[in-house]
């Protein structure tokens, strides 16, 4: 047995370096657990056009959305591990599902590899202009006076923006009507018609329809200012202390895939971030570039999944089932 175990050990080591020479043969595709549009699909594509000049082969964006990103994700990690499926992965799909989702079909740190950090971006506390409220003090006293009566918007029951707003009701002590929709694009589209009231969304997604005057901005979720939106207080220099919420975008594979093409995938991406046209794209949309290593991203999903898991534990996140 021990033979046996040796035997394969010196395979892997003598042929993997081969086999990511010769992969990838044909077209890959980069599975988005959300609808296009959104700060998930705009990360994809921009990521996906350099990758495939680099790699040689198309690289294909499939949005598969639905269940809050647990269709994609589970459709990612039951794919072959042969390199030729990516996943873009999140907050939602791998540090709050795992925690809200009964029975759920996938395992966020077993299931996959992580390749990549891609990016990171702060959402955006952005309201219909018919509102009656024109800051955030003025949004706090008007739920608190109004319990229940603001409708906030989401891409999801459990996506970052969901995150982000539970996370201000609890440390604002207000209470608002969660509405979630099935992508960005239907709930942007209520937004500016006032059919909703406020949305916590992702500033790649969001920045287009403040500069154009159809949203209105009041603050954003990170810890400090974007660089995109340098006027906009942080919701942390608004009274809430220690508030700090916003999306991570990264690239995974399933469990199995060969370390040699996890590494190639990981050199590629980075290289297509520090580029120019990529790295541009992104910072223009107001996303942080980051491009760590696989341990890296490994170590900030262990920790996202541990940090919001308590969260929700310890109730300071009111989450649908």
Known sequence: ????????????LLFQPAMAQEWPTRPLRLIVPFAPGGGNDTVARAVANQLTSSLGQPVVVENRAGAGGVIGA????????DGYTMFLGGVGSLAVNPHIVPKISYDALKDFVPVVLLASAPSVVAVSP????????????????NPGRINFASNGNGSSAHIATA????????DMTHVPYKGLAPAMTD??????????????AITPQIKSGKLRALAVTSAKRSALLPDLPTLAELGLTGYEAGSWYGLLVPAGTPEAIVRRLNAES??????????????????????STPEEFARHIRAEHARVGKMIKDGRLKMEP
């Open 1 to 12: 047995m021990k033979l046996v175990s040796l035997l394969l050990s010196a395979w892997v």
């Open 74 to 81: 589970d459709m990612a990690a039951k794919a072959p591990p």
């Open 130 to 145: 018919k509102v009656p409220f024109k800051t955030v003090q003025e949004m706090t006293a008007y739920a608190k006076a």
């Open 167 to 174: 996370l201000y009701e609890t440390m604002a002590g207000v």
């Open 191 to 204: 937004l500016m018609s006032g059919q909703v009231d406020i949305m916590f969304s992702s500033v790649v």
């Open 270 to 291: 980075v290289k297509a971030l520090r580029g120019g046209s990529v790295r541009e794209s992104l910072s223009s949309e107001g996303a942080e570039v980051v491009g």
